[in-house]
């Protein structure tokens, strides 16, 4: 089992940045590619940002290219999102979810999430 716990979520103005956090325990935490995804109110849980295990490859959802910026610290269990320019359709609950089989875009090939951190930008 991996156990993830988000940080960093806030309320922010348009133009402004956060950094999330997610902290992972219970394995090795540079055996699993790590992916962040996003839930608005009333829309699916969609994808955002992976990394592979080593850190080594990354892939961005076309709308926050440019902007967001994934990393991790497999030192510290740790992986993080920095969100610059924020707009407000990047509002939405922020998960992190972890793989011990591939990375990407897709949600069923993630095994374990954390319990999502609020981020909200207004205009």
């Known amino acids: 089992q991996v156990q993830l716990v988000e940080s960093g979520g806030g309320s922010v103005q348009a133009g402004g940045s956060l950094r999330l956090s997610c902290v992972a325990s219970?394995?090795?935490?540079?055996?699993?590619?790590m992916g962040w995804f996003r839930q608005a109110p009333g829309k699916e849980r969609e994808f955002v940002a992976a990394?592979?295990?080593?850190?080594?490859?990354?892939d961005y959802t076309d709308s926050v290219k440019g902007r967001f910026t994934i990393s991790r610290d497999n030192a510290k269990n740790t992986v993080y999102l920095q969100m610059n320019s924020l707009k407000p359709e990047d509002t939405a609950v922020y998960y992190c979810?972890?793989?011990?089989?591939?990375?990407?875009?897709?949600?069923?090939?993630?095994?374990?999430w954390g319990q999502g951190t609020q981020v909200t930008v207004s205009p």
């Open positions: 990394i592979s295990w080593s850190g080594g490859s990354t």
């Open positions: 979810a972890a793989s011990g089989r591939t990375w990407g875009a897709r949600l069923y090939d993630y095994d374990y």
């Open positions: 219970g394995r090795t935490f540079s055996h699993y590619h």
